[in-house]
């Protein structure tokens, strides 16, 4: 999916995020509520249940699953976003959550671990995905689920015109899946594909540039 490696690759991720944490917390956190209830839907979480939240980010969807959960664990690469997360669980509450820092294409976890896992809006940030969905066949057990919510776009020549656009504006974005991409790498994996919801959800040119880690109309964030 990427020709950066993956050393490099998590480098420019660990910086995007620990530069912009605020500005993108500050942007993401309101606007996920929805989408953390709705993956903790499609998740359909059992009360005994195990979970990760691959690349957690602020937290919001590790809260979610939570609240429907035994445990939790929270994976992300970037030590700030973690710090955002334990805060988030702090002040819900959230006493059943873990948070640790690592990379998503070795998860440092045996064989079906998990019961439940949930990934938002990382994929297009990682080199190799593909190897990031096979870690999650891996630590899911037999029977698992897996619930994703993420970005795509119409498959066809607007591709790579939107990856070129995002790749300027965000030097840690590598590659957003097409529509059709989507399945085709979930199943790839061994994962069955049972549900799928689209939403519409269009946003201004200053909110891309914000939580890229831009202030609005502005120069880049310090």
Not at 86 to 115: H, M
Not at 187 to 195: I, L, N, P, Q, W
Request: charged share 25%; proline share 7%.
């Amino acid at each position: 999916m990427s020709n950066v490696p993956d050393r490099e690759q998590n480098e420019k991720v660990r910086e995007r995020f620990t530069r912009s944490a605020e500005a993108f917390v500050k942007f993401a956190v309101p606007h996920r509520g929805v989408d953390a209830e709705t993956i903790a839907r499609l998740a359909e979480p059992l009360p005994t249940d195990v979970g990760l939240d691959l690349a957690c980010g602020p937290g919001t969807f590790t809260v979610a699953l939570a609240r429907k959960t035994k445990l939790v664990l929270g994976f992300d690469l970037t030590p700030a976003l973690l710090e955002r997360a334990r805060r988030k669980a702090s002040a819900e509450g959230a006493e059943n959550v873990a948070l640790i820092c690592g990379d998503a294409t070795a998860l440092p976890f045996g064989d079906g671990s998990f019961d439940v896992a949930v990934c938002g809006y990382s994929l297009h940030h990682m080199s190799e995905p593909r190897r990031a969905i096979e870690e999650l066949a891996r630590v899911l057990r037999p029977g698992g689920r897996l619930a994703m919510v993420d970005l795509f776009v119409p498959d066809g020549a607007e591709e790579e015109t939107h990856n070129g656009v995002e790749r300027a504006r965000d030097a840690s974005h590598t590659n957003t899946l097409t529509r059709s991409g989507f399945p085709r790498l979930i199943e790839a994996a061994g994962f069955r594909v049972r549900s799928t919801e689209t939403l519409e959800r269009p946003r201004l040119f200053s909110e891309w540039m914000q939580i890229a880690g831009w202030a609005p109309d502005g120069p880049p964030c310090t």
